[in-house]
């Protein structure tokens, strides 16, 4: 007998994501161990340029990301307009739960404590992402929407996209402070195996749940309405004159 997979409303699945990754995220950070691949290019520039804190290079950095999905994939959603304000708060976050962990142990096995549970955190709040199918921060939105597009592995580019964020923090962080900030064996780590660790997730979650908006707004949002077709039609247009 077939089991029955439980309701699990988009909207929650992605505040828990908002939520739990700007925790996991700065417990990184707190671990020393290495940064996530995701962030350890805005955890460079947080260094080199101090005047921003890390929450809004994190921010300024998935702004560039999603111009560059939209100019691979060659689409434009109106999701992705959402998604900027989800990167907006996720960013207010890490700049709140850093403070709020300033007072945390540092001692080596509390570092590697918050080292695991920030690993499988991430993984586990990318694949919540992923599901729930809503604006979700550009990061994320780039591996499933570059995945679904090509038809790729999520694996295959999560682990692409993380290895080419590691080589823009070494390469930046070597150039301007001359030593190597933020990267290190736990990002190597994430680097070769969060892609997996997120596909791991996003299988138990399918299997368990289905995944839908609660609220008709939610849906409305993401299918319907004419600021979508104006915004998709606009794009294309660029996208096709291009071509020609």
Aim: proline fraction near 2%.
């Amino acid at each position: 007998m077939r089991k029955e997979k439980k309701l699990f409303p988009c909207e929650i699945a992605l505040l828990i994501a908002v939520m739990i990754n700007s925790i996991n995220l700065c417990l990184l950070v707190k671990s020393s161990f290495g940064i996530s691949t995701l962030s350890s290019v805005s955890f460079v520039l947080s260094s080199v340029l101090s005047g921003l804190s890390f929450g809004t290079w994190t921010f300024l950095i998935q702004v560039i990301t999603m111009i560059i999905l939209v100019f691979i994939i060659k689409k434009f959603k109106t999701s992705y307009i959402f998604s900027f304000v989800v990167a907006s708060f996720f960013s207010m976050f890490v700049d709140i739960v850093t403070l709020l962990m300033n007072g945390l142990p540092i001692g080596f096995w509390w570092r590697i404590f918050y080292f695991l549970i920030g690993f499988i955190g991430l993984g586990f709040g990318a694949a919540l992402f992923i599901k729930s199918r809503l604006p979700a921060m550009p990061f994320d939105l780039f591996v499933r929407d570059v995945s679904e597009e090509k038809h790729w592995s999520i694996r295959s580019v999560k682990i692409v996209y993380d290895l080419v964020s590691v080589g823009i923090s070494i390469t930046v962080s070597y150039l301007f402070l001359h030593k190597i900030v933020g990267v290190g064996i736990g990002t190597i780590v994430s680097a070769f195996t969060m892609g997996i660790v997120v596909q791991f997730f996003v299988r138990i979650l399918e299997k368990n749940y289905s995944f839908e908006p609660y609220f008709k707004v939610t849906k409305t949002i993401m299918e319907k309405g004419n600021l979508k077709d104006k915004i998709n039609r606009y794009f294309n247009n660029i996208f096709h004159r291009n071509k020609s």
